[in-house]
């Protein structure tokens, strides 16, 4: 299996793809005006204590306060706010965690009244982003994540990755790490670091430690609430959870995301820096890799994905619910049992894509056609199992009920993806009525007449829906573009671009800003 990303930036938001054999199998935007990420760290204030949910609300400067729960202050709370009160009040004092003496942990059954006050500031990192109308969900169990390593501060625990089975590595990079590792830091050694040498791991302690001492820095100039330490891009973030040997490309279609992305690849795994490449093309990147389509067919109600089976998917309150329908396909020969069990592990691969794709959450029961004989069923339970070691979010399968019903929870710490497929008619807006869409080329030649005449530009692109742009570029030398471009003596180009309806069209000027045609109907 061959892996390559495709990241689009653009001036609001930022979209990333991840293909799989040129399948579309996680995709996430990050919107250029969202400010809270999972692992940024802030100085937060405590503004309310909620005695009955043993937990916190928490101002980090978001328009909801944020949750804290007793549990996740961590036991070692009482250092970690210790410590940060003694960095704030002696701001031009060095401070070297190791040489600071832990205080006694906080009880494990204790009450969140006992630990915390209002109007208490407190050092707290984003565990999980806002979600729907809730606001972020905070830790005090502060970690600063790397490639190979998970720096810990305030513990001496050396823990290492379960997937790593090897007993003899577990034991090298166990005695490997706690021979470097400085007092009062833990450090969770993730599965990536399996067989990595000695000096690949202390350089990035090094970097995580010197991440730390940034945190510090910032908290003695911070007032509450503030943002004291920023993760990482989004970007580079799925690059440092995911990059492996199987990826072969990294397109990116933007300069300044392509020599930071380089430069990470570069440091990490030199040997991959030549798969970062820029994409250079006047054609939106979604479009030439295939992702736009497949975004306007993975997404919605309704995801077809085997000879007329198809899934059905809706979102409630609760949980996530997931129907899976033969709908019109040619039965088996073979019976009814053999073409359910077809039509079910068929859906088990589809589930375990859109669980990736869309990053549902918390509780999803999927519905399979019902299936007699409990070999099949397990069958369908196992091919589901395979699909969903990929995924990185931790979940838990349950087998198929007597009923058919198959049981998934899976780990949510940001909100779910959510792509509209359907299109609002860009020319009536829902009205109903358009005017001739004969008359649309007339229309478009009217626009190129004021750009040409009125705004005086010389140079734009034309992006239409590409059926349109097949009908304007039609007949080459005669064709309705370079016809135009005679007339008008205008440099236009035509571009189909999937992303747009039937009859929208949107004017490109030469440093690729959109032009704004609204002026055109205000000055008239």
Known sequence: MTSEIVIDVQPKEVSIAILEDKNLVEFQQES????????????????????????????????????????????????????????????????????????????????????????????????????????????????????FLVLMPFSDKISVSTKIKSAEERLRLKQLLQSITPRNFGVIVRTVAEGKRVAELDTELKVLLKRWDEVLARLTKAKAPSLIFEETSRTVVILRDILNASFEHIHVNAPQAFEELKDYVQLIMPEKAGIVKLYKDKLPIFDTFGVTRQIKSSFGKTVSFRSGAYLIIEHTEALHVIDVNSGNRSKSDKGQEANALEVNLHAADEVARQLRLRDMGGIIVVDFIDLQEGENRQKVYDRLREHMQNDRAKHNILPLSKFGLMQITRQRVRPQTYIETMETCPTCFGKGTIQPSLLFTDKLESKIHYLSHKLKVKKCTLRVHPYVAAYIKKGGLVSLETKWRLKYGLGLRVMPVQNLAYLQYQFIDAKGDEIDMKEELEIK
């Open 32 to 147: 250029n005006a969202v400010s809270f990420s999972v692992g940024d760290i802030y100085l937060g204030r405590v503004h309310k204590l909620m005695p009955g949910l043993n937990a916190a609300f928490v101002d980090v400067g978001y328009e909801k306060d944020a949750f804290l729960h007793y549990l996740d202050l961590g036991t070692q709370f009482n250092s970690l706010n210790a410590y940060a009160k003694q960095v704030i009040a002696n701001k031009n004092k060095q401070h070297q965690l190791s040489k600071f003496h832990l205080l006694p942990e906080i009880p494990k059954e204790g009450t969140i009244a006992d630990i915390l006050k209002p109007g208490q500031d407190i050092l707290v990192q984003i565990a999980k982003e806002p979600i729907s109308t809730k606001g972020p969900r905070l830790t005090s169990e502060i970690s600063i994540a790397g490639r």
